[in-house]
């Protein structure tokens, strides 16, 4: 019986990658990834020829037995996303139940996430937190929002630039204008930038220059 390998890829820099995820990159069996041409740019990069399969939200439960029964079988996996670090907001979950379940060994390689940077960096509290990746996008988004109006510890959320501007509105409408709030986008990149201010002035500055990038919002708690 072989294991399966979770391993973090850069959110932006290159230069994240670890030395240990290169390396088990270059000697497991094979590599599952979200989207084989975006890992396939990243795995010529750092010449690592292992073989490479599609595992995304679209067709892992029906690859989830045969995968299980390959690594029972001795073949060893590791488990990529687009980036970032596998089964936070990204295909994973399953698939690691799945070998939980039948006692296959779990290791997860430490690295680029897009959450921690952001919370430490927001001059808001983050000793304590709540990670609540995308809010639902209509079914049970009053619901949520409601719920999370009351949450005392900060709140961190996943966002796209295309709905930036509606999720700040609604956190307005839900939290009050005033909650501290920091925005940070393409964390890693280039263009890396935060945005602090109340929920008011963030939406303000979002709508007046209509930011482009991956987005990690963090507001304070109540």
Known sequence: MSKL??????????QDMTFRSVEVLKEVDLILAEDTRTSGKLLKHFSIETPMKAYHMHNEHQ???????????????????????PGISDPGFLLVRACVEHQIEVICLPGANAVLPALVTSGIPCDKFVFEGFLPPKKGRKTRLEFLANEERTLVFYESPYKINKTLKDLITYFGEARKACLSREISKLYEEKIRGSLKEVLAISEARKLKGEMVLVVEGK
């Open 5 to 14: 390998f979770l391993v973090p890829t850069p959110i932006g820099n290159l």
């Open 63 to 85: 690859l989830i037995e045969n995968l299980v029964q390959q690594l029972e079988g001795g073949t060893s996996m590791a488990l990529i996303s687009d980036a970032g670090t």
